[in-house]
């Protein structure tokens, strides 16, 4: 059974930083991408950044130049550094590995910037 489990969220103010974790487990972690979502209120939940097995990133415009997604194979935790956060960022984040037809997802971690 696969689980993923989201931390690192909080209350910043606008222009700081946070780093969120994603640990996962039931899965042969380095096989597969994995990516960040977020869902504001009232929204539906997008696509924030990924990274293929091997590192490599994408990211949404959104977040280009300001989010850095990276991940540790050993540790089986995929990360993401967010910098010069804005109020618009403000969501409920989570993670989940790229695979066709997965469609689980952790609890998230609340990412809250006041102005």
């Known amino acids: 059974q696969v689980q993923l489990v989201e931390s690192g969220g909080g209350l910043v103010q606008a222009g700081g930083s946070l780093t969120l974790s994603c640990a996962a487990s039931g899965i042969i972690f380095n096989v597969y991408a994995m990516g960040w979502y977020r869902q504001a209120p009232g929204n539906k939940r997008d696509m924030v950044a990924t990274t293929s097995r091997l590192g490599t990133p994408n990211y949404a415009d959104a977040v280009k130049g300001r989010f850095t997604i990276s991940r540790d194979n050993a540790r089986n935790t995929v990360y993401l550094q967010m910098n010069s956060l804005e109020q618009d960022d403000t969501a409920v984040y989570y993670c989940?590995?790229?695979?066709?037809?997965?469609?689980?997802w952790g609890q998230g971690t609340r990412v809250t910037v006041s102005s």
């Open positions: 989940k590995p790229l695979i066709a037809g997965f469609n689980s």
